[in-house]
């Protein structure tokens, strides 16, 4: 589900964060895409993450949520990344993001209840789609909504964070530092080494 984007100043906050986070040792599958292996001394990784802010039944939502904001499909998504593993422990170590997410929670597990009378992880994935689409699009927006909007804001946006800060979402988004070269590429502008013809900056 596309988003609006982080603003400059989380974007900041969280990815201190999660080179912090790197560091934790009780992750199952996140892992930072940074890091440097040790090999000596490393210890294997948990089989089982244990959660450090959410309930279980909260934790089991938030897992759902980022599944639906990047889905697996050809390629591996939040699921296999542990997108939710990441948005747990950063909510854990953020004072700032834990009132609005227990807010957003409470109003997803009331609007469910409402709408449909059964919790949402019971819910089929065109109802949860139908549920979560009013929140994520600042087109669809409604009013009356502003809890749920901004609760699935900062899950998307840390689910965001959590995925491509990990080898799977750089491998996704082909960055450059995973691909060695022996040489520096020449620049494919020969006829015009200046540049003159490429447009001006627009910032």
Same mark, same amino acid.
């Given at each position: 589900?596309?988003?609006?984007?982080?603003?400059?100043?989380?974007?900041?906050?969280?990815?201190?964060?999660?080179?912090?986070?790197?560091? *934790?040792?009780?992750?199952?599958?996140?892992?930072?895409?940074?890091?440097?292996?040790?090999?000596?001394?490393?210890?294997?990784?948990?089989?089982?993450?244990?959660?450090?802010? *959410?309930?279980?039944?909260?934790?089991?939502?938030?897992?759902?949520?980022?599944?639906?904001?990047?889905?697996?499909?050809?390629?591996?998504?939040?699921?296999?990344?542990?997108?939710?593993?990441?948005?747990?422990?950063?909510?854990?170590?953020?004072?700032?993001?834990?009132?609005?997410?227990?807010?957003?929670?409470?109003?997803?597990?009331?609007?469910?209840?409402?709408?449909?009378?059964?919790? *949402?992880?019971?819910?089929?994935?065109?109802?949860?789609?139908?549920?979560?689409?009013?929140?994520?699009?600042?087109?669809?927006?409604?009013?009356?909504?502003?809890?749920?909007?901004?609760?699935?804001?900062?899950?998307?946006?840390?689910?965001?964070?959590?995925?491509?800060?990990?080898?799977?979402?750089?491998?996704?988004?082909?960055?450059?530092?995973?691909?060695?070269?022996?040489?520096?590429?020449?620049?494919?502008?020969?006829?015009?080494?200046?540049?003159?013809?490429?447009?001006?900056?627009?910032?």
């Amino acid at each position: 589900m596309a988003g609006q984007g982080l603003q400059r100043r989380e974007i900041l906050r969280v990815i201190g964060l999660a080179a912090v986070a790197s560091h *934790f040792p009780g992750f199952a599958k996140w892992s930072y895409a940074a890091a440097h292996s040790h090999a000596e001394g490393e210890k294997p990784k948990p089989q089982h993450y244990t959660p450090q802010f *959410f309930s279980a039944p909260d934790y089991a939502v938030i897992a759902r949520l980022t599944e639906l904001i990047i889905p697996s499909d050809e390629t591996p998504g939040a699921l296999e990344a542990g997108a939710c593993e990441f948005v747990d422990f950063m909510v854990a170590h953020d004072a700032e993001q834990q009132p609005p997410l227990r807010a957003g929670l409470s109003w997803l597990t009331d609007r469910c209840q409402r709408e449909f009378s059964r919790p *949402f992880l019971e819910l089929t994935e065109p109802q949860q789609t139908a549920l979560l689409e009013p929140l994520a699009y600042r087109a669809k927006h409604r009013p009356g909504e502003e809890p749920g909007q901004e609760f699935f804001r900062r899950v998307r946006d840390l689910t965001v964070m959590g995925f491509y800060s990990t080898p799977i979402g750089y491998r996704e988004l082909s960055n450059p530092a995973l691909h060695p070269w022996g040489l520096s590429p020449a620049c494919p502008h020969t006829h015009d080494p200046g540049h003159t013809h490429l447009p001006s900056a627009k910032w």
